[in-house]
């Protein structure tokens, strides 16, 4: 089955982009999108509880994973996100990591429905 790849002004990646750095493999890329929705759950889970622990090392190490998947999904704005809370994590105020975290995630979760609803529609 093909997947029509269409880049919008409303999308939160560039999936044509993505697709053609993998060699236009629509397989590998409908993978890396499964392990990213299969996982996102669990990354979630390790930044919330970094940050109620209070663990700035994990919060920056939690950051850094996600910005690491985004980024195989050319999501510009969840990766800068996430960079910029890794090392905001290590020495900014607690306000300013928790705000940007809620961006963050709302960001990925974007990138999730984006994904969900690309790759595997109900």
């Known amino acids: 089955m093909a997947i029509v790849l269409?880049?919008?002004?409303?999308s939160c990646c560039n999936l044509p982009g993505a697709l053609a750095r993998l060699g236009d493999d629509q397989d590998l890329l409908c993978e890396l999108a499964r392990l990213f929705v299969d996982t996102l759950p669990d990354r979630i889970r390790d930044l919330t509880s970094s940050m109620e622990a209070g663990c700035p090392q994990a919060v920056s190490d939690a950051a850094h994973s996600l910005k690491g998947s985004v980024r195989?999904?050319?999501?510009?704005?969840?990766?800068d996100m996430a960079q910029a809370l890794e090392l905001l994590a290590l020495s900014g105020t607690k306000a300013d990591i928790e705000s940007s975290a809620e961006k963050l995630l709302r960001e990925v979760q974007r990138l999730e429905a984006e994904l969900v609803n690309?790759?595997?529609?109900?």
């Open 72 to 79: 195989y999904f050319l999501a510009e704005k969840a990766y």
């Open 118 to 122: 690309t790759y595997f529609p109900k």
């Open 6 to 10: 269409e880049s919008t002004n409303h």
